[in-house]
Every structure is written in C-alpha cells, then in structure tokens.
C-alpha cells in the first residue's frame, strides 16, 4: 500500500486534521493508495507556499528553468516502474501507464524548449519618441486540475507549460489517482525544481467541491486549468468568471470517425479499434460514434467485430486481457444502462455487452439512433456505435449532431476529398487516416462546444499562461495639451 501526504512547500506532510482516505482497485478490492484528505486550510497553504515561490522561479534566467525542467523529465522517465505500481489505482493496463509515462517527459522536453520562445514585440506607436512594447510575463500561482483516466499525461500537461512561462503552480490531485499525482510531484521536487514551485494536495472525494472552490477563489491563484467531464468543466469554468480568472477547460468528447466509401476498410478497423477501445474507451478523444457511408457499412462492421472478438476485458495481471478494466463497478453500471437503452429502442448489438464488476467487453452497436441516449451522450467506456449516411454530406451532418468537438478522424483514399471535409468538422482536432487517440507534446491540444475553451500545447499554451502587458520608454520630448 502506497503512503501519500501532500506536498507543500517542498515537504511532505500529512493533513492538518490528520485525515486520510483509501483508493482501492477496483478489480480486487485492495487498497493501493492511503492518502492525506487535505483540509481548507491545507489548500490554503499550498496556494501560499507557491506564491512565496514565485518572485525566485519567475525570475530565473530561461534557460535555467529550462535546465531544470529537463532534469525534470529524466528523472519521470527514470522511475518509470513506480507509476506502472500504482496502476492499480485505475486498474489499467501497464502499458498504458508506460506509454503514459514516456509522453509526459516528452511534455516536459517541450516545455523546456519553450522558456526562450516567451517573445514579444514592437509596436509602432503615434506619439513621438515613444518606444512602445508588448511582452509576456510570468503571471503568478497557476491551479492545475487533472483526471485519472491518463494520470501522468494529464496532470504533467497541467503544469509542465506553466512552470516553462515562470508560473508556480498548485496540482489538484484526482481522487480516483491521487498516489500517481502526488508521485509526479514528488520527482519534480527531486529534481530540483525547487520549494514551492509546485504543490500537490489530495483530498477525500466528498471534499472536493470545498477544496476546488477555496483554491479557485485564492486571490494568489491568477489562472486555472481543468481537465475532466463537461459537467464538472461547466461547475469550474463558473467559479472561476465569478472571480475573474481566465479558465483552460479540456473536457469531454464523443469522438466521430467517418469512413467514406472508399476509405481502406483494413486501415480503418485497426484505427477504430485502437480509437474505442484502448484503455477501455476511458480516453477523452476515445472513438464513440463510427459515422460509416451505407455503401460500405455492413462489410466495415463484420470486420471491425472480427476484431472486436481478439480483444479482451480483463483483470490487468491476467496475461489474456488486453484492454484492462474500468475505472470502477458504478462507471460499468452507468455504462451497461446506455447499452441495455439502446437494445431496448432497436439497435442490433453487434458484440460485447458482458459486465462482470468493473469488466465490461469491448461493445460494438449498429443502427443507433437519435432516440437512443448512446447517440449523444458520452460513454467514457469501451463502446462505440455506428451511425449510417448516404453521403459525405450525410456523414458529415451526423458527425456534427453533437454537443461536443474535441477530436474526429476521417478515412478514405482521396486525401483531398478528406480534407475538405476536415475543415467542416466540428472538432478542435481531426485526424485523416488516424485514430481520433493522437496526442504530441507540442501539437495545440483543445476542443470547442462543450468540448471545452483554449489549447494546451507548446506555444499556444504560452498564450494561456502569461499576461500580456503594454510597456512604453518614452525617449525624447513630448508634447501635452495643458
């Protein structure tokens, strides 16, 4: 069992009550992770801790941060086997968290390289002798809020741009990964970052909504970014208008995967598949909706279900599963009551349904429709459905009936047949010929609709986590009118 206190201020130390709570696996019920319930006053204290941080790491010179940041990455790399102990938290596959682990030291590389990349510029002015300048500054405490569905991902991605543009930073922990969270902390305090740089609190899921208002109410706390659900996205995106802070919000997706009728159908099961079922479909640009032309969907849905039946479901230390577990027996439950729906309005299930706890097989639906709940809401499991259209047009219309735009894919061999329709999509990502699953660490990453507002990602995260300010030398004679 992992022993996780909060760290503030470069120490780790325990809640100030002295309250803990437990993540257990939830395919067998041990506890993997005891971890310290932070109270108000603890949020407080990280949020001050990283304040006192900040006049010292933001005025560092850029290419010391950017030394520490890839000392940083090596050292995540390098301990690489603690994440993977505690993929227990989520009951996840070890590979995934490998190819977790690996993704975020490349976001930390990218940030490094971005620390002298913070520019400005000059602007012509009207008044004589007026040098006029816009630079970017450092803008303060950034308050960072990561899932657990890609725990070292996401939670990295949360702070890895804001430390590259001089921020300090408080990493709200998730309650469902705390003990990876905290790790990723830990390795960013030991490699030297320095005191208070960043901060990590966890607190007992029934806290949360106390802990995430306090932080994001702190006058210290000058930008938030979040990412997680569109329901809880709306509940942060509020909190911050009200106090006036510029919000980052990623949230949720129900991704399109359109293949046209002459897209290679190989290409595309193996996409689509990897797509819907990875990580048992527990992935924010997870494929949700196979927007198929007519002409060739009953041949693309015997081959996608041959796939289908050698993918399996299943306790991550049995060697036969491939696909891991969900992330609990509720999330199972919530998912099977949209299959058993659909079923009972008329969709053909196709393959997969099983649900044994927190195990629920790779599920393929065909003729869902808009009567049925699956055709909008978001699954967040491995369940993907297929939508019939007669053409382009028809696909593309079904590809945007929806409330979320995050991430899309497109196949077919007419490469510019696709690409005029890529840029009609709804989505803030789209991938010709690729998985709706793609991330780089220094591609613009970000949604639109309910999907979410702005973009992590290399130098368009500089725009969210600097202040852009209006600096005039004035440096001859001026004239005034009075």
């Excluded at 130390?13 to 932070?38: H, I, K, L, M, Y």
């Excluded at 901060?199 to 706390?221: F, H, K, T």
């Excluded at 969900?326 to 099983?354: F, M, N, P, S, T």
């Amino acid at each position: 069992m992992l022993q996780m206190p909060l760290l503030i201020g470069g120490e780790s130390r325990p809640a100030s009550d002295g309250r803990t709570f437990e993540r257990r696996n939830p395919v067998t019920g041990e506890v993997v992770s005891q971890v310290a319930a932070a109270t108000l006053d603890d949020a407080d204290a990280a949020v001050a801790a990283a304040s006192a941080a900040f006049p010292a790491w933001s005025r560092l010179a850029p290419n010391e941060r950017r030394s520490r940041l890839l000392a940083a990455a090596d050292a995540l790399q390098a301990r690489t086997a603690e994440f993977i102990a505690a993929a227990g938290e989520t009951g996840a596959m070890a590979n995934w968290y490998g190819f977790n682990v690996k993704l975020a030291a490349g976001m930390l590389r990218e940030a490094a390289s971005m620390t002298t990349q913070i520019t400005g510029e000059i602007i012509p002015s009207d008044v004589p002798g007026s040098l006029a300048m816009a630079v970017r500054a450092p803008c303060g405490v950034v308050l960072g809020i990561a899932p657990w569905n890609a725990p070292v991902i996401l939670a990295t991605r949360a702070i890895a741009m804001p430390l590259a543009c001089g921020n300090t930073v408080v990493l709200k922990a998730s309650e469902l990964s705390p003990a990876v969270h905290r790790l990723i902390g830990q390795v960013l305090q030991d490699a030297g970052l320095g005191d208070g740089v960043v901060n990590v609190i966890s607190n007992d899921p029934v806290d949360a909504p106390r802990i995430v208002e306090r932080l994001i109410a702190n006058p210290a706390v000058r930008r938030v970014n979040f990412t997680g659900s569109t329901h809880v996205g709306r509940i942060v995106g509020e909190l911050a208008a009200r106090h006036l802070k510029p919000a980052l919000l990623e949230l949720g997706g129900k991704a399109p995967f359109l293949v046209l009728d002459d897209a290679d159908l190989d290409a595309a099961v193996e996409a689509a598949a990897f797509g819907a079922y990875f990580n048992q479909g527990q992935i924010c640009m997870s494929t949700e909706r196979l927007v198929v032309d007519e002409k060739i969907a009953d041949v693309f849905v015997d081959k996608l279900a041959a796939k289908i039946a050698t993918l399996r479901a299943g306790d991550p230390q049995d060697p036969a599963s491939v696909l891991g577990s969900l992330v609990d027996a509720g999330a199972g439950e919530r998912i099977k009551a949209l299959i058993d729906d659909a079923v009972e309005k008329g969709a053909r299930l196709v393959c997969g349904g099983q649900l044994d706890g927190s195990i629920l097989q790779p599920t393929l639906l065909d003729r869902v429709d808009a009567s049925m709940r699956l055709y909008r809401e978001e699954s967040f499991g491995p369940v993907a459905v297929v939508l019939r259209g007669q053409d382009d047009e028809a696909l593309l219309a079904l590809a945007n009936d929806s409330e979320f735009g995050l991430s899309s894919a497109i196949f077919s061999r007419d490469t510019t047949r696709a690409l005029a329709l890529a840029q009609r999509v709804e989505s803030g990502i789209c991938h010709i010929n690729g998985p709706t699953v793609h991330d780089e660490a220094q591609m613009p990453f970000g949604g639109v609709k309910s999907s979410g507002y702005g973009s992590f990602g290399s130098r368009t995260a500089i725009d969210q986590f600097t202040q852009l300010r209006w600096i005039t030398l004035q440096h001859g004679a001026r004239h005034y009118p009075i």
